[in-house]
């Protein structure tokens, strides 16, 4: 098979090779054709075939800095405090605005008896609204309890 190199990363075009196109889009010209017939390739012919190859990774030294990896970027130990403490803040607030409102949705839902609006005259309507108020107030719980898992880490 004679093939024109170039270089890397670039197109090889083949000369006078048989190429086979094989079952599953494989095309493979180190095939024998008795090889190809027992796999179910068939020849290509007539239509010039290129070949691209991929770039060959770098060997990677034990000395190199790019083993390295980046630098480690220092805080000031007082803009690191003031950058917790902004932190925790936030987060003491979040929790404080989640507890009130788990505590407005918690009396809408008055133990699982909430007052009946004016369209749930079906009674499925009204166990569907129950069902969805219990199913936020357990969410509402599981943010407020990761809220507070947050801010123990702090």
Known sequence: MALCSI??????????????????????NTLSPKEAKDKGCK??????????QGTKPRPVTAGSPASAGPAVSRIDPAE???RDSDARRILEAELKREEDRLATMKA?????????????KNFQKY????????????????????????LTKQ
Do not use: F, W
């Open 108 to 120: 809408e839902y008055n133990n699982g008896e909430p007052e009946r609006l004016g369209n749930e």
């Open 7 to 28: 270089g890397p990363g670039h197109a090889l075009a083949a000369e006078g090779a048989v190429m086979y196109r094989c079952p599953g889009n494989d095309y493979n």
């Open 43 to 52: 020849t290509i012919e007539g239509a010039p075939i290129t070949i691209i």
């Open 127 to 150: 166990m569907d609204r129950v069902g969805d108020m219990k199913a936020a107030i357990v969410r509402k719980e599981s943010d407020i309890a990761a809220i507070k898992r947050e």
């Open 80 to 82: 690191q405090r003031a």
